[in-house]
């Protein structure tokens, strides 16, 4: 079964440091894989997806990811946080059925920054 | 172009109630999308619908149902709530064109509270 784990519940990084969230996934065939942040009392943002090509895929708000086949990963980075990248990220795979409604999310990793 | 809008954003029930909550798309999109989210399961999938047509449905119980009407507006229905039904209910488009292009935006979500 698709499944997307996010081992870091919680991280706390300094504002100017750098940043990478960590995503693997289980999926029986190429995965598109996405990126999403939640702010305090709002929807979901995309941050940015991987289908296929290019392995290092940029985003908005100045984040990349990069999709590693033999890892099973899908690690979000961002060479320098902002306060304003306080949030919760959720990795996610597009489920079964051809469909980019249907995503199994991971259990989301909060960030918090240090002024 | 007006983003996705979910209706009520608030709404307290009891135990045994129903309760229906709407979800308005952004202009052209075809595709509507339910997720339920909790502290303790995270972002679950309900279901998806496409052009009227339920497309891809998760793993809940019979007593969520939903539908989408002719101008993509679509509604999730909850019978019967339980203590667990407790979350915030999120709701997202897309064009459903398919393929790369293909990005699935947010609503803000309803609070769903049962006592």
């Known amino acids: 079964a698709q499944s997307v784990t996010q081992p870091d519940i919680h991280i706390t990084v300094s504002e100017g440091a750098s940043l990478e969230l960590r995503c693997n996934y289980s999926?029986?065939?190429?995965?598109?894989l996405f990126w999403y942040v939640q702010s305090p009392g709002q929807g979901l943002q995309l941050l940015l997806k991987?289908?296929?090509?290019?392995?290092l895929v940029q985003g908005i708000k100045g984040f990349e990811a990069e999709f590693k086949r033999s890892q099973s990963s899908f690690n979000l980075r961002k060479p320098s946080v902002h306060w304003s990248d306080a949030a919760e990220y959720f990795c996610?795979?597009?489920?079964?059925?051809?469909?980019?409604?249907?995503?199994?999310f991971g259990k989301g990793t909060k960030l918090s920054v240090k002024p | 172009k007006a983003g996705v809008t979910q209706t009520p954003r608030y709404l307290i029930k009891t135990r045994g109630q129903q309760v229906t909550l709407s979800c308005s798309p952004i202009?052209?999109?075809?595709?509507v999308s339910w997720y339920q989210q909790t502290p303790g399961q995270g972002l679950q999938f309900l279901f998806e619908?496409?052009?009227?047509?339920?497309?891809n449905k998760g793993n809940f119980p019979g007593r969520f149902s939903g539908r989408q009407f002719s101008n993509s507006r679509s509604e999730m229905n909850v019978s019967t709530l339980e203590l667990g039904d407790s979350a915030l209910y999120l709701c997202?488009?897309?064009?459903?064109?398919?393929?790369?292009?293909?990005?699935?935006?947010f609503g803000p979500g309803t609070r769903l509270t049962v006592l």
């Open positions: 997202a488009s897309s064009t459903a064109a398919g393929g790369t292009t293909d990005t699935q935006y």
């Open positions: 999926y029986g065939a190429t995965p598109y």
């Open positions: 991987y289908f296929s090509g290019d392995t």
């Open positions: 996610a795979v597009m489920g079964y059925g051809g469909s980019q409604g249907n995503l199994i």
């Open positions: 202009s052209g999109h075809r595709s």
């Open positions: 619908y496409f052009s009227e047509t339920q497309r």
